[in-house]
Nanobody, 134 residues
Framework: EVRMEESGGGSVQAGGSLRLSCSADADTYGDNCLGWFRQTPGKEREGVAAIYTEDGSTFYDDSVKGRFNISRDDAKLTVYLELNSLQPEDTAMYYC???????????????????????????WGQGTQVTVFS
């Protein structure tokens, strides 16, 4: 059974930091691309960061590059997203997602496209809210 559980959201003042966690089942986590998306009301989900758990290679959307950091803990089957220098425009529901097909070239694909396509991530968590106030 697929399990993806996010935690760590909350409210923070602009300039502050949060760390989101995504715990997955072993099959979903292993040798796979896991990513973080965010969504605000009325807008489509946008991919912000991804990591390939097999080798730790990463991707960041330009909007978060230099501020967010994605990492993994293989022992805990958990992917983290550290959000730094948060701004009000970062306010969104953040979702953890995984590639259900576990395509081995998933990170190469993301980097080639310079974008994370929602359609390539079929497993989703329930989301965790991040609110940044000024």
């Amino acid at each position: 059974e697929v399990r993806m559980e996010e935690s760590g959201g909350g409210s923070v003042q602009a300039g502050g930091s949060l760390r989101l966690s995504c715990s997955a089942d072993a099959d979903t986590y292993g040798d796979n691309c896991l990513g973080w998306f965010r969504q605000t009301p009325g807008k489509e989900r946008e991919g912000v960061a991804a990591i390939y758990t097999e080798d730790g290679s990463t991707f960041y959307d330009d909007s978060v590059k230099g501020r967010f950091n994605i990492s993994r803990d293989d022992a805990k089957l958990t992917v983290y997203l550290e959000l730094n220098s948060l701004q009000p425009e970062d306010t969104a529901m953040y979702y953890c997602a995984a590639d259900p097909l576990k395509v081995p070239y998933c990170m190469s694909q993301i980097r080639l496209n310079d974008e994370m396509f929602e359609a390539n991530f079929g497993h989703w968590g329930q989301g965790t809210q991040v609110t940044v106030f000024s």
